[in-house]
């Protein structure tokens, strides 16, 4: 379970000190990697929901991306993440998709 660092605020010097009350640098580092792989689900989950707002295939996609079927294919299942290019790519996709339900509002 993550750590709630807001409410631990005052007390959130004790509880990074390495071996302080049961954490160690072990400890620590595998809380890293439960952020990084829901950070990495999330990002997967985003970007299949994009596409699917778009109404795309994963080919479509990953042509107006710039990369290859594949590549879309590996980012929704999790097995990797876009380059900083393709990431910007997406976020202007993004972009038109929030500004047609913008003006969907109007």
């Known amino acids: 379970m993550p ?7 005052p007390y959130h010097v004790l509880y990074c000190l390495p071996g302080s009350f049961g954490w160690n640098d072990e400890s620590l580092n ?3 990697e439960d952020m990084a792989k829901r950070s990495e689900k999330q990002l997967a ?3 299949k ?3 699917a707002k778009l109404g795309l295939t994963q ?3 990953a042509a107006k991306v710039g990369v290859t079927f594949s590549t879309v294919n590996r980012w929704e299942n ?4 876009p380059s900083p290019l393709a990431m910007r790519r997406i976020e202007e996709l993004r972009a038109e998709i929030d500004s047609r339900e913008h003006r969907r509002r109007r």
């Open 49 to 51: 929901d994009l596409r």
């Open 45 to 47: 989950k985003t970007i």
């Open 59 to 61: 080919e479509q996609f």
């Open 30 to 32: 595998a809380e890293k």
């Open 78 to 81: 999790g097995r990797g993440k």
């Open 3 to 9: 750590i709630d660092w807001v409410s631990l605020a």
